[in-house]
């Protein structure tokens, strides 16, 4: 998908809005999308949670499951039921982001850069005839613009700390592959692979001083959070049985 990122202003965007809501035409069919311990706790209640490694750095990342098969998200709503689109209580930070990403500027005067929202003038999400404003009347942000800024915080505060806690996991060992295999109604089978998971097991084994480590750095709920996610992937399955 061809993107385009601009730094957002309130010149050049004035009466630019965002269309709220999701399907896949609108850029929202992915199977899995990146999620991050800031905000495990709506997504386990809803998604499964596992870790997948970047394919440039290696690096662990938490991704929440949407769907079974490439482009599938099962949580887009395809019978109208719901007013937005979405087939859920919480939306992952990634897509109730939406054409926005937090970039960085280089100040003039060789300061710290500091994070800036930009937009992708090329996503199919903005419109200036329908949907939600960017800017009020006379320049300040909209209440949508400000609900943008709070996702985006989810998620820049998120990456750093995700970074630091896979890597603690995995320094201790407790980090392993997965393959779900999944059986539907109609005898279709599909497996979920190439997947990483924390192991329930290796992690109730870990010593005293590990386990102490882990909490104090936040890290310990964050593990839990994952593994109590993966009771959603029953209720996964039975929404893809339910479109059969």
């Given at each position: 998908?061809?993107t385009?990122f601009?730094?957002?202003?309130?010149v050049?965007h004035?009466d630019?809005?965002?269309?709220?809501?999701?399907s896949n035409?609108?850029?929202?069919?992915?199977?899995?999308v990146?999620?991050?311990?800031?905000?495990?706790e709506?997504?386990?209640?809803?998604?499964?949670?596992?870790?997948?490694?970047?394919a440039?750095s290696g690096?662990?990342?938490g991704v929440?499951?949407?769907?079974l098969?490439?482009?599938?998200?099962?949580?887009?709503?395809?019978?109208?039921?719901?007013a937005n689109?979405?087939?859920g209580?919480y939306v992952?930070?990634?897509?109730a982001?939406g054409?926005?990403?937090?970039?960085?500027?280089e100040?003039?005067?060789?300061?710290?850069?500091?994070?800036m929202?930009?937009?992708?003038?090329k996503?199919?999400?903005?419109?200036?005839?329908?949907?939600a404003?960017?800017?009020l009347?006379?320049?300040g942000?909209s209440?949508?613009?400000?609900y943008?800024s709070s996702?985006?915080r989810i998620?820049?505060?998120?990456?750093?700390f995700?970074?630091?806690?896979?890597?603690?996991?995995?320094?201790?060992g407790?980090?392993?592959?997965?393959?779900?295999n999944?059986d539907?109604?109609?005898?279709?089978?599909?497996?979920?692979?190439?997947?990483?998971?924390?192991s329930e097991?290796?992690?109730?084994?870990l010593?005293g001083?590990s386990?102490?480590?882990l909490?104090?750095?936040?890290?310990?709920?964050?593990?839990?959070?994952m593994?109590?996610s993966?009771?959603n992937?029953e209720?996964l399955?039975?929404?893809k049985?339910?479109?059969?």
């Open positions: 998908m061809n385009n601009v730094l957002l202003n309130n050049e004035s630019l809005n965002v269309i709220q809501n999701f035409a609108l850029g929202d069919g992915a199977a899995a990146l999620t991050f311990p800031t905000e495990f709506n997504v386990q209640r809803e998604y499964p949670i596992l870790l997948r490694k970047d440039q690096a662990f990342q929440a499951i949407l769907g098969q490439k482009g599938e998200n099962l949580f887009l709503d395809s019978e109208g039921k719901s689109g979405w087939a209580n992952p930070a990634v897509v982001r054409p926005f990403i937090i970039g960085f500027q100040p003039e005067d060789g300061d710290t850069p500091q994070p929202i930009y937009v992708d003038e996503s199919p999400k903005l419109s200036r005839k329908e949907g404003p960017l800017f009347e006379f320049g942000n209440p949508y613009l400000d943008i996702v985006l998620i820049h505060q998120g990456e750093e995700g970074r630091q806690m896979f890597a603690a996991l995995d320094e201790v407790v980090i392993e592959p997965v393959s779900i999944v539907l109604k109609n005898g279709d089978k599909h497996q979920l692979s190439g997947y990483y998971t924390v097991e290796r992690l109730n084994n010593n001083e386990l102490h480590a909490n104090v750095a936040g890290y310990l709920r964050g593990a839990f959070l593994l109590s993966l009771g992937i209720n399955v039975a929404r049985n339910a479109r059969l």
